[in-house]
């Protein structure tokens, strides 16, 4: 069964670029046809998509955060990684890395700050 796990900093100063790195178990990022996401909620709100990178390694942005967002993956180490340039208090969220747009597999999320 497929597990993920995020990891990178709790903390970002404002204006500078969030990463965060999904750690795939138990099955490849390069199995057709599989989209791995990243997928965030913001407090008190719905999960949002922010993003996907396929098995082929295309990519796919939300419109509204394609203009500062990068997804990225490293085959080796059957890892995909998310670069959020320029962030402000309003990507204070949890970050989720997900098997599907949707979110029915995903990591347990880590909790982003964005400190002034």
Known sequence: QVQLQESGPGLVKLSQTLSLTCTVSGGSITTRYY???????PPGKGLEWMGAIGYDGSTYYSPSL????SISR???KNQF???LRSV???D???YYCAKDRIGSIRGQGTQVTVSS
Request: without cysteine.
């Open 35 to 41: 989209y791995w996401s990243w997928i965030r909620q």
């Open 88 to 90: 402000t208090p309003e």
């Open 81 to 83: 990684s998310l670069q």
């Open 66 to 69: 394609k203009s500062h967002t």
């Open 92 to 94: 204070n969220a949890v």
């Open 74 to 76: 490293d085959t080796s």
